[in-house]
């Protein structure tokens, strides 16, 4: 190893040893050449801080000669962030940080800095460097590593003199704080101030060095104490998985994915799972320091690795259902539409009201009986040969409105069928300006009038008009549409007869699904100014809100379907009450002595006459006489020509016509 210039080559005589007591001192044999070990110190990591005297008794060629003896100690060490790191400090009167422990991880740019230093040459305060090194160099924030890593932290003070300070209290200190103190002593150090700051067993931590001429020499002895023996070698170490050896001593560490116990040996997997950080949906696995997610049964895990989706069932395509399937964690069940039951077979389905099940083609309504049905009609008409049909309106005259449910939930092709609906009531009734008026409002989250009662005159015109309407989309504001339809649909305006006529007035609401405001207010309104309100409901309606709008008999004003293909049934439920009673309505009251109305009468009375005989309940009936004899004759015409009949008998007599 090359020398300073400025260092006195040692005498060919000298050879440094180091006595029993840590002194280094000349002998009188030749020394072979002593470059420092080849190898690097491979103990493990280390951190380590030369704290160096340069106080003014330190002369320059002596500085020099410390210089070298920290290159050459560095330059047989391991060195790297995840190795051994070096700082180093020097003092006098006060304390410099060369570099730290996180400033060079290179052999080389340590050399240079080391190279850069400009002593102090001041006093000696050891003690304040040793504080120094204890509360800023050994830091983390200065790169000393964590104490839980366990690695070694090394102090290396080199002095000349003695302190003109306390070490002794603050040695202490450090060295509860985990630092190991190395008390390199030359010429005229103090052996008890030397002794008062090294770690104990003090023969290993405490040399004196008799000149500076020879602290290079000590370098190579001193680097053997710093690196000495691999502990993990020579002792029965004990480590469950892997042993890290340090000076003088050793300490266990675990792979990857485990802890050590309290032991200081064995090791336990760590359980990723039990912080709760883990964020899986359903189950988290450990495994070795880190988990995996898991799903209950019947589902899978996403993308994410954390959340679960159920597994559709129903998606393979072989679940038998008649109606619906629903898919469950264990597999899949099948349901049925509303109004059906689900079989014991449990993929079929069994109307339970089989009107709702069925294409019944009852004209005004479907009864339901056990595994059967059958068609009715409203009261004073009969059922037609069919079983279906009912006899027809005719003669009556009301003014009717419908208002219905455009809102976005109905869909685009169930409104075509909800149009078809209205055509469908439409069809029962003699449209004309002197009979039945028809009306068309629809709403959304606003309100339209299709076509007021004044627009058009028969039912084809209606029809079409129908077929032409606009899905308005968007919400269901059924209370605006009501008060609408009280305001300005029934009005006289709009081709509402006068109330004065006696003109019947209905309103019918068809919706799908629950109001977006009120409707109490409006609804009875409606009833109150005398319209007969009825309410239709289909698919997700409400039956509290259809029940608020319809008149007295509830049960008789409202009606309900599944689903809008099932609700043709629905049409002839409104039959008897869109069509009133004969007579009802402006009624021409016209003279019995007319001629028009005596031939009326006696055409009336001839076709009853001949429909009894076909009876066999009158067989001969002669004259006026007779006609007038007949109690059930004469009421039968009476029924159909009131006026003409008073008219009659009051002429037959004897009166004034």
């Known amino acids: 190893m090359p020398v300073s210039p400025d260092l006195p080559s040692p005498s060919p005589t000298s050879n440094p040893t180091v006595s029993r007591r840590g002194h280094l001192r000349s002998s009188q044999a030749k020394p072979p050449p002593c470059p420092l070990a080849a190898l690097k110190c491979r103990t493990g990591p280390l951190d380590i801080v030369f704290v160096i005297d340069s106080s003014r008794s330190v002369r320059p060629f002596e500085f020099e000669t410390m210089r070298r003896f920290m290159i050459d100690i560095i330059g047989n060490l391991d060195v790297g962030p995840n190795a051994t790191r070096v700082g180093v400090i020097q003092y006098s009167s006060q304390v410099q940080n060369i570099f730290s422990l996180k400033t060079f991880f290179t052999r080389e740019d340590m050399e240079k800095a080391i190279n850069s230093i400009v002593p102090l040459a001041q ?169 995996s997610c898991r799903c209950r049964a019947g589902y899978y895990l996403n993308q994410d690795k954390r959340t679960c989706t159920m597994i559709d069932y129903c998606s393979f395509g072989n679940h038998s259902c008649q109606h619906e399937c629903v898919s469950i964690p264990s597999g899949h069940r099948c349901r049925c539409h509303r109004g059906f039951m689900l079989q014991p077979d449990g993929s079929s389905c069994r109307a339970t009201d089989l009107c709702n099940g069925v294409d019944h083609g009852c004209e005004f309504k479907c009864v339901t009986s056990e595994g059967s049905y059958h068609c009715v009609c409203p009261e004073g008409q009969q059922l037609q040969a069919d079983g279906k049909g009912c006899s027809r309106c005719g003669a009556g005259h009301v003014d009717l409105v419908m208002v219905i449910d455009g809102s976005k939930s109905v869909r685009p092709q169930n409104f075509e069928l909800v149009k078809q609906f209205v055509n469908r009531i439409v069809d029962l009734l003699e449209v004309s300006p002197q009979g039945t008026r028809v009306g068309l409002v629809q709403y959304s989250s606003r309100v339209r009038t299709e076509f007021p009662l004044n627009k058009y005159h028969s039912a084809d015109e209606i029809k079409e008009a129908v077929m032409k309407v606009e899905y308005m989309e968007k919400g269901t504001m059924t209370g605006l ?124 009375t001839v076709a009853i006459l001949q429909s009894l005989t076909e009876r066999n309940i009158l067989w001969v009936l002669r004259g006026c006489a007779g006609a007038q004899s007949s109690p059930q004759l004469w009421g039968a015409a009476s029924r159909l020509l009131p006026g003409e009949a008073q008219g009659l008998a009051a002429g037959m007599g004897g009166g004034d016509g």
Not at 145 to 172: F, L, M, N, S
Not at 195 to 212: C, D, G, K
Not at 523 to 540: H, L, N, P, Q, T
Request: charged letters at 25%; hydrophobic letters at 35%.
């Open 123 to 291: 006093g000696t305060m050891t003690g304040l460097a040793i504080q120094y090194t204890m509360n800023v160099a050994f830091t983390v924030q200065e790169g000393a590593r964590p104490p839980h890593k366990k690695i070694p932290r090394i102090a290396i003070v080199v002095t000349d003199g003695r302190p003109q300070d306390r070490v002794t209290e603050v040695a202490t200190q450090a060295r509860d704080a985990g630092i190991e103190i190395y008390a390199v002593g030359i010429q005229r150090a103090d052996m008890t101030s030397l002794r008062a700051m090294a770690s104990p067993p003090l023969e290993e931590h405490v040399f004196l060095v008799e000149s500076f001429e020879l602290i290079q020499k000590f370098g190579k002895q001193f680097q053997d104490k710093l690196c000495g023996v691999d502990m993990c070698v020579e002792r029965d170490h004990g480590c469950q998985h892997s042993c890290v050896s340090t000076p003088g001593s050793f300490y266990c560490e675990c792979n990857p994915g485990y802890r050590l116990n309290a032991d200081g040996k064995t090791c336990s997997p760590i359980d990723a799972c039990a912080d709760g950080r883990h964020g899986c949906e359903h189950q988290c696995v450990s495994a070795r320091g880190s988990y």
């Open 481 to 604: 549409a009501l008060k609408h339809m009280v305001e300005h649909s029934f009005s006289e305006l709009e081709g509402a007869r006068p109330l004065s006529h006696n003109v019947p007035r209905i309103g019918l609401v068809f919706t799908d699904g629950r109001s977006q405001d009120d409707i109490s207010e409006w609804a009875r309104r409606a009833k109150e100014s005398g319209i007969v309100m009825f309410a239709v409901g289909v698919g997700k309606a409400v039956e509290e809100e259809l029940r608020a709008i319809a008149s007295e008999p509830v049960e008789q004003h409202f009606s309900y379907s599944a689903d809008f293909t099932t609700m043709t049934h629905l049409v002839e439920n409104f039959k008897l009450n869109i069509c009133p009673e004969e007579g009802r309505g402006e009624t021409e009251i016209r003279s019995p002595c007319e001629c028009e109305a005596l031939v009326q009468f006696q055409t009336n």
